[in-house]
């Protein structure tokens, strides 16, 4: 079983930064893939950032020059540093893991954090 824990959200004013942590623990594994992902009430989740194994990074246009996906300094972690945030970049982010292959690939999920974003 694979454990997702974010951490890192909060309130802060427009034109700030944020930086978001997530770390996947559980059994012995290898992520080919880590996501950040978005959702906003009423609305479904959306990729905002994913970094895959070799190293390569995909963004969601709204974060595209704003946002940084990067490995953390532990196996299976990785950190969304965002700058420069707008009202319209809250909501609840929430990491996500890719593992295994063929019929044993799943994605894991955490519980998200929440991100408000305020005068």
């Known amino acids: 079983q694979v454990e997702v824990v974010e951490s890192g959200g909060g309130l802060v004013q427009p034109g700030e930064s944020l930086k978001l942590s997530c770390a996947a623990s559980g059994r012995d594994f290898d992520a080919s893939v880590m996501g950040w992902y978005r959702q906003t009430q009423g609305e479904q989740r959306e990729l905002v950032a994913q970094m895959f194994s070799d190293g390569k990074t995909d963004y969601a246009d709204h974060g595209k020059d704003r946002f940084g996906i990067a490995r953390g300094n532990a196996k299976n972690t990785t950190t969304l540093q965002m700058n420069s945030l707008k009202p319209e970049d809250g909501g609840v982010y929430y990491c996500?893991?890719?593992?295994?292959?063929?019929?044993?690939?799943?994605?894991?999920w955490g519980r998200g954090t929440q991100v408000t974003v305020s005068p």
């Open positions: 996500t893991l890719d593992t295994g292959a063929g019929p044993l690939a799943f994605r894991a």
